[in-house]
């Protein structure tokens, strides 16, 4: 037996994980909870979490055990359900409540961080457990601590439910209020979806979808600081030459994500779903996608030319995942969360980046207007505006888009808010004073696009 | 390339050229049972660095384990080592 790599390669692998935060950003098991309904509830409650509990018992040890034999960190074991709307239908809304508890015990039994799927999907229309649901949710996650909770409002075949639009504006702006010592934190575990994924392994959108098996293993990467530090010690390279840097950097970053997708489904018994091509930056320097940008030669992220960078960035990311691993899927692309991006809380702060251009930058990478702070008076109808231009991008270009903004209750542009951890803290940005609810009262869907003529 | 195929380990050593490092890696290496396949040792980057491909399947101890003991004594000596499964370097460097 020789050495088969060369010692740069050895080097440079181990170099990632020390300086430049390469880790599994989450390895999600799905868990489907289609046989959990039971008119009883109590019975239900106790079905769902059984199995749970069960599905999940040692994901967290196997997780641990995985990266010390392999020494890349796995920072998130999580799970996602089924959307509880469709596994609860008959549910009314405290009913709803108590299913969010009994899945935030179980998420604490197992260890997990947290839990995806207190969900809905309406982008047509709104069943009796889906209006259940959605009148539960600012009571759920203000009254747990592991669950997160999504609503798909609409897709680029149903078109955009206008109605849920207008709902969700106020629900988000309660889930902050009912949380407002906490700075809000129940809306940060909340997201409202066009076109959203079944097998997202990343939260708070993260749910089971019906199309997926028993149970799934996803794994989602990281890395956006190995990918700032290619594109920082590649000053002269032109556009070609970067994006070929960036993509060989990704397939580096992907095959982790791939093999420790394979252990650990191999480790559990549980199918290997995907893995989620992401940059998903977190607070800590150095781990940020911002400053990828910045490094490509923009003086601040947000400043003209951001969103060529950024799309730059993220088709090169996909490109060089997408040959790294058998199956591909989730949200896939760079993440633009600004709570979670030392370089975009940079930016904000500076004035260089604005809600207008973070807008803009989602209709080129994944995944949407993600954690960002919004000041505390700001109305329920300008937050479900902001949701349908969002919707709207994601519905006419074919894409995954979302909203997770945060009311700051009691603040305005400019304070700030901390949510600790990986959810990190931003500053408050500022909306547009001029009002939209004339508009989102019109109530109703706008129709699904046309998809030929493509202009 | 599969995890279940091999059990062998990449150990790394990097840090100042100092007497004895390949005594004592090699020593904690023979007290768990674990056999030493190839060495390969440079300075690269100004640093001394030790390569070593072992074989855990006689090991009495995890990877994971292992990795804790060599990391710990090595930081007291002034060394970064590391142990991780040779799968983490197939992966990432050969298609």
């Known amino acids: ?455 | 390339m599969g995890s279940d195929k091999s059990n062998r380990g990449i150990v790394t050593v990097l840090g100042k050229d100092q007497i004895g490092i390949i005594a004592w890696v090699s020593g904690k290496l023979a007290e768990n049972k674990v056999n030493i396949l190839d060495i390969s040792q440079t300075i690269l980057q100004d640093f001394f660095t030790m390569i070593m491909v072992v074989d855990l399947s006689t090991s009495v101890i995890e990877m994971g384990e292992l990795a804790v003991i060599l990391r710990t004594e090595g930081q007291a000596r002034g060394l970064q080592v590391n142990i991780q499964h040779e799968d983490v370097f197939t992966y990432m460097h050969r298609v």
């Open chain 1, 1 to 455: 037996m020789t050495i088969t790599f060369a010692p740069e390669e050895i080097l440079q692998t181990i170099e990632m994980v020390r300086n430049e935060n390469l880790d599994i950003r989450t390895i999600t098991m799905g868990i489907s909870l289609l046989d959990c309904t039971d008119q009883d509830l109590k019975r239900m409650e106790r079905k769902i979490y059984d199995k749970i509990t069960q599905s999940a018992a040692n994901l967290v040890k196997v997780g641990n055990n995985l990266e010390a034999r392999y020494g890349i960190p796995i920072i998130n074991k999580r799970i996602s359900v089924t959307p509880v709307a469709i596994v609860a239908a008959h549910l009314d809304q405290d009913g709803m409540v108590r299913i969010a508890k009994t899945l935030d015990a179980a998420a604490r039994e197992v260890g997990v961080n947290f839990l995806g799927g207190f969900s809905a999907l309406v982008q047509k229309g709104l069943t009796n457990g889906d209006k259940a649901l959605m009148r539960a949710i600012p009571q759920a996650l203000a009254e747990t601590e592991t669950v997160c909770s999504s609503v798909n409002i609409g897709s680029t075949k149903a078109g955009i439910n206008m109605d849920a639009v207008a709902d969700m504006g106020g629900i988000i702006l309660e889930s902050a209020r009912l949380t407002a010592v906490k700075d809000g934190i129940a809306a940060a575990k909340l997201v409202v979806f066009c076109n959203a994924p079944e097998d997202n392994p990343f939260m708070a959108g993260a749910f089971h979808g019906v199309g997926e098996p028993e149970r799934v293993l996803n794994v989602g990467v990281s890395g956006p600081g190995v990918v700032a530090h290619v594109v920082k010690n590649n000053p002269e390279a032109n556009f070609g030459e970067l994006a070929n840097l960036i993509k060989r950097t990704a397939f580096k970053i992907t095959r982790m994500g791939e093999l420790m997708g394979r252990a650990a489904s191999a480790e559990l018994g549980v199918p290997f779903g995907i893995v989620d091509l992401s940059l998903a930056p977190t607070p800590a320097v150095g781990d940020s996608v911002a400053e990828i940008l910045e490094f490509m030669g923009l003086e601040r992220a947000g400043t003209h030319g951001t969103t060529a960078a950024l799309a730059l960035l993220n088709d090169a990311v996909k490109k060089g995942g997408a040959m790294a691993s058998s199956h591909v899927g989730g949200l896939s692309g760079a993440f633009i969360p600004v709570s979670e991006d030392a370089g975009m809380i940079r930016a904000v702060e500076e004035g260089a980046l604005t809600l207008d251009k973070l807008e803009a930058m989602t209709c080129v990478c994944s995944v949407g207007l993600d954690m960002i702070a919004l000041p505390g008076d700001v109305t329920p109808e300008t937050i479900s505006a902001i949701i349908a231009d969002e919707a709207a991008i994601g519905m006419i270009n074919k894409k995954t888009t979302a909203v997770r903004v945060i009311p700051a209750i009691g603040k305005k542009a400019g304070d700030r808010v901390e949510f600790g951890g990986l959810l990190g803290g931003a500053p408050v940005i500022e909306v547009h004073p001029f009002s939209s609810t004339q508009f989102v009262r019109r109530g109703g869907r706008i129709p699904a696009p046309i998809t030929s003529l493509s202009n």
